[in-house]
T-cell receptor
């Protein structure tokens, strides 16, 4: 069964303390892996798409990497405004044209000043 | 370029009533997906429409339905509301030949 697991569930960091969030997946064939950021009461905001193992993408203090079994979202020197829930989603290779995204439960990141 | 627009932003309904939520996708996007998000269950896929046809459906009861119009705008309807239907309902649109989904701000539905 296709599955996406994110860890940890919650992460508290001091401002400037770098860390990584994990997204592990089991799918029959990966079409794409997506990272989103969600603030309370709002819709998820698209961050990155990764398509193949070894690929990396960066945006400000965030860097996403991908292996054959997992993805990491590295946060370098975070600021309080980086506090949010980070969601990971995977799209498997289509079977019967099913392009549905499979979502992880998210990691709630809290950055303390 | 305008983003995905969902209306209304907030709704309060009584158990047993029905509700219709609206979603206007980003211009040029033909795929629209709907999700239910609750604190305990996370993002749950409801259904996806593409060119006015339902392409995928999640594991929700028949009380949840949707449709898409020729201009790609979409509506979802929930009939016979239950307390457990209280959630943030999110709509996302995707461009042709692309897999990224862009979300609206959501509609917060409270059933009392």
């Amino acid at each position: 069964e296709d599955q996406v697991t994110q860890s940890p569930e919650a992460l508290r960091l001091q401002e400037g303390e770098s860390s990584s969030l994990n997204c592990s997946y089991t799918v029959s064939g990966l079409r794409g892996l997506f990272w989103y950021r969600q603030d309370p009461g709002k819709g998820p905001e698209f961050l990155f798409t990764l398509y193949s193992a070894g690929e990396e993408k960066e945006k400000e203090r965030l860097k996403a990497t991908l292996t054959k079994k997992e993805s990491f979202l590295h946060i370098t020197a975070p600021k309080p405004e980086d506090s949010a829930t980070y969601l990971c989603a995977v799209q498997a290779a289509p079977l019967d044209s099913n392009y549905q995204l499979i979502w992880g439960a998210g990691t709630k990141l809290i950055i303390k000043p | 370029k305008a983003g995905v627009t969902q209306t209304p932003r907030y709704l309060i309904k009584t158990r047993g009533q029905q509700v219709t939520l609206s979603c206007s996708p980003i211009s040029g996007h033909r795929s629209v997906s709907w999700y239910q998000q609750t604190p305990g269950q996370g993002l749950q896929f409801l259904f996806e429409y593409f060119s006015e046809t339902q392409r995928n459906k999640g594991n929700f009861p028949g009380r949840f339905s949707g449709r898409q119009f020729s201009n790609s705008r979409s509506e979802m309807n929930v009939s016979t509301l239950e307390l457990g239907d209280s959630a943030l309902y999110l709509c996302a649109s995707s461009p042709p030949y692309n897999t990224e989904a862009f979300f609206g701000q959501g509609t917060r539905l409270t059933v009392v």
